[in-house]
C-alpha cells in the first residue's frame, strides 16, 4: 500500500494523489470547520446590521463581552508573570521534586474544564475545603475572582507550557557570558533573558487571552452564571440561546469568533517574529 | 612528575625562591584542580601558571576537560578542589561576575538582541559608567577589532570572523585580569581560521592581556601558545614551550599527540639502547635511565634518514636495516613505509652488510614498520622504490620510560592525528 503510494510520486506528469487527497481534504475539512464559522456571520447579518447592533449592544451583552475581557486579562497577567517566574525557576535551578512539580503544572492541561471547575467549587465553596474559613463576605465562588480563578486554573499550563520549552532551549552561555563580564542575577535576567523570551511572552498571552476568552465549563460552574454580574460571553451565548433569543446569542458569538480569528492571525503571521530569540 | 612539570615550567636553573617569586606575579594561576561529575573524575590535580601577557594554550582531545578548566577559572564551575589565584588574589570563593576574567566562548555568546555597540558597552552599561565614557571607549575597541562598519549591525548580520571579534572587544572593554578563548576557531573554515590565529595573536601581543586558549589542534597550539600545556584524560601531561613539547615530549601522549610519531621498544644497556638485537649509542639520551631499563625510543618521522650505501649523515646514528614497503606523496613531501628488520641477523658469508634484511615476505611481515618523510629535494637526489632495501638511521631521538608492561608489543605506530 504504502510502496505504490511511494511509487505513484515518482511517475513523471500526471500524480493522482495530489488531487484526490487535497479534494478529500476540503470535502473534509469545509463542512467540519469553516461552514460552521460562515453560518454565525451569515445569520447574524442576515436580518441587516441595524438588528445586529442593536442585539450587540444591549446592555446584558456589552456586560457580558466586558466581563469576559476583563477577567481574562487578568488571567493573562498573572500568566505571563507567573509563568516566568516558573519557568525560570523550574529551569534554572535543579532541586528534589522538580519534575513533579513540572507534572502537576501541566496536569490541568489534561482535566475536562468541567471537572476543574467542580474541583475549584469544592475548594473555595461556601462549604469547602477552604471556603468554609472565609466570612461570608469574602466568599469568592459566584464572583468575578472565581471567574478569574478558574480561568488560570485552566490556561496557565499553556503559558507555562509555551516559556519553560523557550527557556530549556535558550542557551545557557549568554547567561554565563553576561555574568563574566560582571552582571548581577538581575541585570542578566532584564538585559539578556527577557529579551530574548519576548516572542514566547506575547504568544504565551495570546494564547491564554484566546483561551480564556472563550472558557465556558469550568466558568459556569464556579461563576454561577448571574446576569449582568457573572456571566461571561460564552454563559451569555448558551443562556440566550436557551430562552430561543437566537439573535442576541449570534451577536456576541460574532464577537468572540472575530477575537479569536485576530489572535490566531497574529500567532500565525507574525510567528516568525515571535519565534527569533 | 610534580618536579618534572616544575622545571618545565620554571627551567631547571631557577631555585625554589625565586620560583615562589614567580608565582607571586603570575597573571593567573591554578594549583591543584580537581573535578567529578557525578563520580567521574574528569580533572586531576591542574596546576599551572600563566605570566603577564603570555598565553598559554591548552591542548587535548574532545572529552578531556580543557573546557572544564576554563569554566572553573571563570567561576562558572566550582571545582571539588584545588584554587585559582589572579594576579595573586585567590579567587575560588568569588562568583564569575566578580572575578573580572574575559571569556570567549566557543559560541561567542553575543546577545542577539543588542547591537555590536551594545553588546560591547554591556560590560561598562552594566557598571554604571557614564554614557559619554562608554561611547569613547566602545569606539576605541570597535576600531581595535576593525568592524568600524558595523556599529548598528546585530550578531545574526555578522560572519562567524566578525562576530568573534565583537565578542573579543566586548570582553577587552571592562579590562579582564585574563582572557579565556574556548576553542575559539573550532566554529570557522579553515581558510579564515589561519588568519584569524594571526590577527588574535598579534591583537592580544598588543593589548597584553595574558590568554588561555582551548584547542584540539596541534597546529594552532603551536602557533598561539607561548607555551603549551597537553592534557590527556583530565591531566597534565607536559608543560612548556611549542618547541619543548614538540621537540621533547615527556610522554608518549605527548609525542604522539603533537604530530606523528614512531615508537620502538628498547632497553638500557649501558649507553646504548638495545632495541632487539640491536645496540643504538644514546650516551646522553640514557643519562637518566638505568641500566636494564625498559625505554621507549620515540622519534618523528622527519628525523629518520634512510641511505642505500649504509653511509648516514654527519650526527645521524646507525639504527638498522629495512625494507621500503609503501610510499606516498603528501603535498610538499614524500611519505615512506619501512619495514625495520629486527632481527639484526648476521651477515652470510660474501654478503654486504647492508643487505643484511630479514623483514619477512610482504605477507609474513614479521618486521616493525615505522613511517618515515622526506622533502621533495631529497626525494629526488635520492629516490626509491617498493622492496629496496635501506640503511636507517636517526638524527635525533627521545627515550622515555616504559611503565606499561606489554612486553610482546615491539614496536608501534602512531600516526598524526591529523
Ligand atoms: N556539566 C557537566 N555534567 C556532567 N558531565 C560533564 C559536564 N561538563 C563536562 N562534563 C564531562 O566532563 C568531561 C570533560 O568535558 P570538557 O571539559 O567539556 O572537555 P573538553 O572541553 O576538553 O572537550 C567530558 O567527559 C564531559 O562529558
Ligand atoms: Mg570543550
Known sequence: MSATVRAMRHVRGFDVVRPVSIGVMLAIMLPLVLLPLASIFIFGTNKGLGSFWAALTAPEAIFALKLSIVTSFWATVFNVLFGVLGAYVLSRYMFWGRTALIVTISLPTAIPTAVAGFALLLLWGKYGMIGQFLSEEHQIMFTPYAIILANIFVTFPLAFGVLMSVFETMSRSLEEASAT?????????WHVTLPSLRGAIVTGALLTFARAIGEFGSTILVSGNLAMRTQTAPLYIFAKFNEGQVEAANAVAIVLALFSFVIFSILFFARDWLDTD | MQSEEFTTIFGSEENGAQASERETTAAASVRGLSKSFKGTRVLEDIDFDVAEGESLVLLGSSGSGKTTILRIIAGLEEPDTGRVILHGKDVSELPARERNVGVIFQSYALFPRMTVEANIGYGLRIRGRPRKEMRREVERLIELVGLEEHHKKYPSQLSGGQQQRVAIARTLA????????????????????????????????????????????????LEMGDRIAVINAGRIEQIGTPHEVYNKPETEFVATFLGAANLLLGVVSGQNISVNAILVPAAEETAHFQDGQAVKVVFRPEDVCLSRTGALPEGARRLMNGIVEEISFVGAYERLTIRLDLTGRQPAVNEPPLYNVNAGATDTKTGVPIIVTRPKAEVSALPFNPDDHVAVGLTSFRVLPNFTLASERAGKIVAARK
Open chain 2, 174 to 221: 571592562y579590562k579582564p585580569q585574563v582572557l579565556l578563548f574556548d576553542e575559539p576557531f573550532g566554529a570557522l573554515d579553515a581558510q579564515i581560521r589561519v588568519r584569524l590565529r594571526r590577527e588574535i595573536h598579534a591583537l592580544l601581543k598588543k593589548v597584553n592581556v595574558p590568554a588561555i586558549f582551548i584547542t584540539h589542534d596541534q597546529e594552532e597550539a
Open chain 1, 181 to 189: 563580564i560582571g552582571a548581577t542575577r538581575w541585570q542578566t535576567f
